[in-house]
């Protein structure tokens, strides 16, 4: 069974950066896409960014477009997620998802997620 953990999140100030890690079991990075979402208070959850097994990325939510990439180290199992210059509408629950057919594209729905990891940019 697919298993995803998401760390490091936390506070943080505008312009401030953190990364945010999704350690995974139950599959390999090899054969699965995987992507970034995040759920701000009060809204619907959105795609920020996704990657395929090959390595391409898709931005998913245009507000993150230059400050935010994404990275996977296969051999460590580990999907990244590097955000710079944070902003206080960056502010919402992280989540990693995929599944077994899940393709990283705006119209993705992964059926497995992880836990979420906070982040909170305020001064």
């Known amino acids: 069974q697919m298993h995803l953990v998401e760390s490091g999140g936390g506070l943080v100030q505008p312009g401030g950066s953190l990364r945010l890690s999704c350690s995974v079991s139950?599959?390999?990075?090899?054969?699965?896409?995987i992507g970034w979402f995040r759920q701000a208070p009060g809204k619907e959850r959105e795609g920020v960014l996704c990657i395929t097994t090959t390595g391409s990325t898709t931005t998913l939510a245009n507000s993150v477009e230059g400050r935010f990439t994404v990275s996977v180290d296969k051999a460590k199992k580990m999907l990244y997620l590097q955000m710079n210059n944070l902003k206080p509408e960056d502010t919402g629950v992280y989540y990693c998802?995929?599944?077994?057919?899940?393709?990283?594209?705006?119209?993705?729905?992964?059926?497995?997620w992880g836990q979420g990891t906070q982040v909170t940019v305020s001064s």
């Open positions: 998802a995929t599944d077994p057919v899940y393709v990283c594209s705006t119209n993705g729905r992964p059926a497995f």
């Open positions: 139950g599959f390999t990075l090899d054969h699965t896409d």
